[in-house]
C-alpha cells in the first residue's frame, strides 16, 4: 500500500539560526530538537543530559500524603495489605514493584492479579471478597479502580480500605477511596499527566522513602521494572517518562531484576545493549503472554524472584504461554485474512469486523492490530466467551474509535476504551446487526486520508550531512517512542542497487550525486528493487541506525518508504 507522505511544518528560521548558534550543532539538528519542544540552551541540555534529581516531587501528586499516611498506619498495626494490580505488562511490572519494596518492611503482604477470563479488567467483586476471605484490610489497586466506585463501596461495606493509583482519564466520579492517586485527574496539580501505571507504583515508593528519610537508591533499585511498564504501555515518553526509561535501560543492561535478566537470557539480544524496541518486541510480550494464555500471576512470581534460579523456573513458563500465544496468533491472523480473501464484499469495505466463535479471546487485540496494519481500517476481531460476543477493536490514525462504538452502542452490552484501541460485548442475535451498523458509522464518518497509512517526515536532508557526529547528537535523543520518535528524515532524487532479502525486504545502497554512499534495509519493499535497479531516480524516507554485524559498525539507513 502507498503511504502517504506528510512533511511537519518548518519551525521560523530565526528561533532555528537561534538554537543552531547556541547550540553548535547543524540547522536540522536545531529543527529535530525544536520538533520536541526543545528550544532554549536550558531546555537542550536537561533533554541531552537528564538526571533523577529531575523527578518530581510525588507528594505534587494529590493524595499522595494520605496514601502514605494509611501505609504507614496498615505496617504499624501489622494489618494485611493486598497489592492489586491488571494483568497486563503495566499491572504486573506495577504489583511486582511495590510487593518487592514493601516485603522487606511488611510480612503481611500478598498480590492479587485478576483472571482476564473469569474476572476480566479492573476491580472485581472476586477479588475484594478475596481480601475478605483472607483478612485483607487495605488493598493498593495499581494500573486500574479510576472508575470503579461501585466495587469501593462494597469494599467499604466489609471494612476494606482502597488506595488507587491509576494513570487512565477518569470519570465525572472518583471512587471514595482512602486516596486516589491519577495524575489525570483534573483537581490534581502533578507537573507530568503521562506516567504509567507503574510509574504510579514507582512515585508511591519515592514518597514512602522520603517521608521516612530512607536511601532513594532503594526506589531506583526498580527503574528496569519502570522502563519495560512505560515501553510496553506505550505512553509518551517525554518528560518524566524518558528520565525513567532512560536509567531505566541502564539499569536492564547493567544489573537487571532476576526475572528480567531470565527473560533476556531467553531472548535473541543477549549484548546489554537493549532499546525500548527490545523491550516491545522481545521482554514485553513474553510478561503479557502469562495473562492472555494461563495467570498472570506467573508473571508477578517471575519478576519477584529473588535469585535468577528461581526466575529461571518461572521464565520457563512464560516462555512457553508465549510460544502458544504465537501460535493461536498466526493460526488466527491467517484465518482471519482467508475470511477476507475469499469475500469480496469484506473486501470493499472501510472496516473489518470478523467473528470465530472459537477464536482465543487472550489474542484477539493481537490479531486485531496486525488486520488494521495489513489493510489500514478500522478493526474488530470478535470471538464466543460466556455466552455473548466479545471483542478488541483497533483504529488508524485520526479516527476516533470510541466515538464509532458509542454510535452502535444500542448493539452492544458494554464497551471501553479510547480512540485508538477498545474493548467490546454483545448478544450473540446482534452480530450481524453490529457489522452493518459500524461499517455505516466507518463509511460516513471516515475522511479517504485516514484510510492511508501516513508517513510523519520530520525534515529533508541532503545524504552529504549525515556523519558520524551528526549520529552521535541524534543517538542521544533516546529513548524513542510515542511523542519521541526516532526521526523520520527525506532525501530526494538519489539512486542505488540492490537486492532483495527473504520474501520481501530489500538491500540496497543509495548514493546522492557525488556524495558517499549508504546501505539500507528496507522493510517490506521489494516491489520496487526493479525500479532501483533500473538506475532511476527516486526519494526515500528513512531514520538513521547503526548496524553492528561481526564486530563491524556502519551507518545503516532504514528505509519507511521510496517514491518516484
Known amino acids: 500500500m502507498q503511504k502517504r507522505w506528510v512533511v511537519k511544518p518548518k519551525n521560523d528560521v530565526q528561533k532555528t539560526t537561534k538554537l543552531r548558534d547556541e547550540l553548535g550543532v547543524s540547522h536540522v539538528m536545531a529543527e529535530l530538537l525544536l520538533h520536541r519542544g526543545v528550544d532554549t540552551f536550558e531546555q537542550a541540555k536537561n533533554f541531552f543530559r537528564p538526571t533523577l534529581e529531575m523527578l518530581h516531587d510525588p507528594f505534587l501528586m494529590k493524595d499522595m500524603d494520605k496514601a502514605i499516611s494509611r501505609i504507614e498506619k496498615a505496617i504499624g498495626n501489622k494489618e494485611k495489605i493486598l497489592i492489586y494490580g491488571d494483568y497486563d505488562v503495566d499491572g504486573t511490572t506495577a504489583v511486582s514493584v511495590v510487593y518487592s519494596f514493601f516485603r522487606d518492611f511488611h510480612s503481611g503482604l500478598e498480590f492479587y492479579i485478576p483472571d482476564r477470563y473469569l474476572e476480566g479488567y479492573g476491580i472485581s467483586t472476586k477479588g475484594i471478597d478475596y481480601a475478605e476471605e483472607n483478612g485483607f484490610s487495605l488493598i493498593i489497586a495499581l494500573d486500574c479502580g479510576i472508575k470503579a466506585i461501585e466495587k469501593v463501596n462494597y469494599a467499604k461495606s466489609k471494612n476494606i480500605d482502597f488506595i488507587i493509583g491509576d494513570h487512565h482519564l477518569p470519570g465525572l466520579t472518583i471512587p471514595d477511596a482512602v486516596a486516589v492517586l491519577d495524575p489525570k485527574r483534573s483537581d490534581c496539580p502533578y507537573p507530568y499527566k503521562e506516567l504509567s501505571g507503574c510509574g504510579i507504583g514507582f512515585k508511591i515508593i519515592q514518597a514512602f522513602i522520603q517521608k521516612n528519610d530512607m536511601d532513594i537508591q532503594l526506589a531506583y533499585q526498580y527503574l528496569d521494572l519502570v522502563a519495560v511498564s512505560i515501553a510496553s504501555d506505550i505512553v509518551p515518553l517525554t518528560g518524566e517518562n524518558r528520565i525513567l526509561t532512560h536509567f531505566g535501560l541502564k539499569k536492564l543492561n547493567t544489573n537487571p531484576n532476576c526475572g528480567l535478566q531470565a527473560l533476556i537470557n531467553l531472548s535473541s539480544n543477549k549484548t546489554g545493549h537493549f532499546s525500548v524496541n527490545d523491550i516491545v518486541f522481545q521482554i514485553g510480550p513474553r510478561i503479557n503472554a502469562a495473562g492472555r494464555i494461563e495467570h498472570a500471576k506467573d508473571a508477578v512470581k517471575l519478576l519477584i524472584s529473588k535469585s ?257
Open 308 to 564: 535468577l534460579q528461581e526466575a529461571k523456573d518461572y521464565s520457563a513458563t512464560v516462555d512457553d504461554q508465549n510460544n502458544l500465544r504465537k501460535d493461536f496468533d498466526l493460526k488466527i491472523t491467517e484465518e482471519a485474512l482467508d475470511i477476507i480473501n475469499q469475500n469480496e464484499v469484506l473486501q470493499a469495505r472501510k472496516s473489518t469486523v470478523l467473528f470465530k466463535e472459537d477464536w482465543h479471546k487472550g489474542v484477539i487485540g493481537i490479531v486485531a492490530s496486525r488486520l488494521t496494519e495489513k489493510y489500514y481500517r478500522p478493526t474488530i476481531i470478535l470471538t464466543q466467551t460466556n455466552g455473548h460476543i466479545a471483542g478488541s477493536a483497533r483504529s488508524v490514525i485520526g479516527f476516533d474509535l470510541y466515538e464509532a462504538l458509542s454510535e452502535c452502542s444500542d448493539l452492544l452490552e458494554q464497551y471501553g476504551g479510547h480512540k485508538y484501541a477498545a474493548g467490546l460485548t454483545m448478544r450473540v442475535e446482534n452480530l450481524l446487526a453490529f457489522q452493518e451498523k459500524f461499517e455505516l458509522v466507518v463509511s460516513n464518518s471516515i475522511k479517504p486520508e485516514m484510510l492511508q497509512q501516513e508517513v510523519l517526515i520530520d525534515t529533508e536532508l541532503q545524504l552529504k550531512d549525515i556523519d558520524t557526529k551528526f549520529y552521535r547528537i541524534l543517538k542521544q535523543f533516546e529513548p524513542f517512542g510515542p511523542q519521541n520518535e526516532a526521526p523520520i528524515l527525506l532525501t530526494k532524487k538519489v539512486h542505488g542497487s540492490g537486492y532483495i532479502v527473504g520474501t520481501n525486504h530489500i538491500k540496497i545502497t543509495v548514493r546522492q550525486a557525488e556524495t558517499n554512499s549508504f546501505e539500507c534495509i528496507g522493510f517490506g519493499l521489494a516491489e520496487y528493487i526493479d525500479h532501483i535497479n533500473a538506475g532511476h531516480p527516486f526519494d526515500i524516507c528513512y531514520t538513521i541506525e547503526e548496524n553492528n554485524w561481526r564486530g563491524k559498525k556502519n551507518l545503516q539507513l532504514n528505509i519507511k518508504a521510496i517514491r518516484y
